[in-house]
């Protein structure tokens, strides 16, 4: 997999425009390593600006690590699809999270810390998903979403509603 730091050893959100440009490439060959980087809003939205689609428009992610991302601000992945494994292991999501009509080949979301609502509305998760351990500190939204083989919320805690 091609990690990130990418271009000349810069962090993730270090990378000016042209070399956020060439992610396209970097993900497109092995996949997305933002392991540790602190992401905000418009961090986010200018990388899935550059990354790959499917022929519907849709931002597709292979190989994804996000383990120990911060999220400090809101979060939309709304549509996206990770194929070949998503890793959001020990993430933070400080505000909301939407995963809505996301697709997911396989997925962990171990210890990951949702401190505000996080939705999954008609999310398909298509293998393994796991949340053991993730704290959902406001409404937990799964409505509609389909669960493959196997899917684990072994001791997720939930502090406010969840919908299934």
Wanted: hydrophobic residues 45%; negative net charge; glycine residues 10%.
């Amino acid at each position: 997999m091609a990690a990130i730091p990418a271009a000349g050893g810069k962090c993730l959100a270090h990378l000016d425009h042209d070399e956020l440009v060439r992610l396209r490439d970097i993900v497109s060959e092995g996949g997305l390593d933002a392991r540790g980087v602190r992401f905000t809003s418009a961090l986010l939205e200018q990388v899935l600006s550059v990354l790959p689609t499917d022929h519907d428009g849709r931002v597709s992610i292979s190989n994804a690590l996000f383990t120990r991302a911060s999220f400090a601000t809101g979060v939309n992945f709304h549509g996206s699809m990770f194929e070949q494994g998503a890793d959001f292991e020990h993430a933070t999501f400080g505000r909301r999270v939407i995963f809505d009509r996301v697709t997911f080949d396989r997925v962990s979301f171990r210890w990951a810390q949702f401190e505000y609502g996080a939705s999954f509305h008609q999310a398909t998760f298509g293998g393994q998903s796991t949340f053991h351990g993730a704290v959902f500190g406001d409404a937990a939204r799964f409505d509609r979403a389909t669960f493959g083989t196997k899917a684990g919320f072994t001791e997720a805690t939930f502090r406010d509603n969840a919908g299934f």
